[in-house]
């Protein structure tokens, strides 16, 4: 998960390596499915090194969707389709922060997920580490990341 | 909007001025409905003053429902109900801060609704800000909170 | 419930005379909402006769909304906001027949609730009877109707 | 789609030769995703033919998936998640009959999608020809249904 219209440079450059890592480790990746920001740059990079990637659209506008997007599901649902990426992911990656990025980790954690949060951004560290400290992991490493998720899987597999 | 299950005193006692104001100021006053915590609180109040409550439920539990709640909409939902009470709202008061409440407001923010932050938790104020100074007011007075709203409601209506 | 944009002179009549009746009763009228179609003749049968009325939308699209709504639930959700409309309801009037009113008696269906068919669609009627008998009534008068649903109150409530 | 508790053994068989079929096609198969009737008997049809499988659940329950079902999504939406079903798929094929189904193929026809009834259910199918004839085709054969999905695919597509 990140941010769709004003992901920056670097959080591209982590989503896409993050696609990488999860298609090499054999994982399905999950993103919104939009031509956008950090759900395309992931789905771009799964797909580059041969992963199957799902994206949750939120409308029916076939045109919108990431080319990195295998299967797509059309919820039509606008923002209440982030409740489904968390619900339906075994682990969540928050790549980049912004305004939709926090409600997927605010709905993941609600929904007791664990969190990687991926980002520089330091007023998010602190405010969701509070929330939920258990349930948060922090990180700027995509390699951490996925470690981190690896170990996670071991437990909840 | 506010915690349901781990709402403080003070949450409680502010939720239910608000819904003392609302109700006084003609307004209709929307809620997540469960009997619990914040929610709850704010419709007790609303109906003590004589005003007219919605309640937004998660699930088709008639039990729970807050007996404050006039007219009960069920969403079988979840968590997904959150971005229906955000965007059928004018404006959002969040009143404590927790993790339901922190997805309710950042999904207020993606749908452009203004967000009064009613809380002493200054990582929540902090962070919400960073995200959009634009849409967020920060208050712990309820009576402050109202205020803002009927400004608000000015422009927008 | 009914059809929106192909609704038959008969249907609007029914569904006003239908919205008045409700009104009398002092029982909240429940729709999708929009401007168009039987929605639009229920609500402003409700509010010529001094109701209460709720319009479930489709859409965060306030022009469209029909002017006899009094509370509008913004769900953004499209056609799947026909469960939230069925959830809500205690019974379920369908007014006339279409490809949308037959997803919202069929889903009313599902979730247990009493359907009236106010139709003479004899194909529909056939149909939904033989799926579940006991929970469909049939009538070609909104008086019949309206009597049926009050008696089916007395028993849920 | 098709029933899911009250599948008869003809819809079970259909439903696996469905399955079979849309594998050997090299097609995506989705469902709703449960262990039980038409949806866990298609997925397992498929799965025998060596194909790709989604499941679109209602709930947040892993002991009711599927064991066909490749991909879970987990929506948390009830019944409303059929919408999503109808709008994910290309084409919808019915393979029996029941309250459920008829929502599914309700909000098909409702969404402009192309509906195949596989059923013997003739009340069914005398009622969705009336209310769209365009777009619903009527056969009792899984083989003439997948003749015909292929067909409507080389429009679509």
Chains 1, 2, 3, 4 share one sequence.
Not at 13 to 31: K, N, S
Not at 148 to 155: D, H, M, N, R, Y
């Amino acid at each position: 998960m990140g941010p769709g219209d004003n992901a920056s440079k670097i959080d591209l450059d982590r989503a896409y390596e993050l696609g990488q890592y999860i298609a090499q480790e054999g994982w399905v990746l999950l993103t919104g499915g939009r031509k956008a920001g950090v759900m395309d740059a992931a789905s771009q990079g799964a797909k580059a090194a041969g992963g199957l990637t799902i994206g949750i659209l939120p409308r029916d506008n076939t045109s919108k969707i990431s080319e990195g997007v295998d299967i797509a599901i059309v919820t039509d649902m606008g923002n209440a389709r982030n409740n489904i990426n968390v619900l339906s992911s075994d682990v969540v990656i928050a790549c980049g922060m912004g305004i939709g990025t926090a409600s997927e980790i605010a709905l993941a954690l609600k929904n007791g997920k664990q969190v990687v949060l991926l980002t520089d951004n330091q007023d998010s560290q602190k405010f969701f580490t509070s929330l939920s400290p258990q349930q948060v992991f922090l990180t700027i490493s995509p390699e951490v990341a996925i470690n981190f998720v690896k170990a996670s899987l071991t437990k909840i597999l």
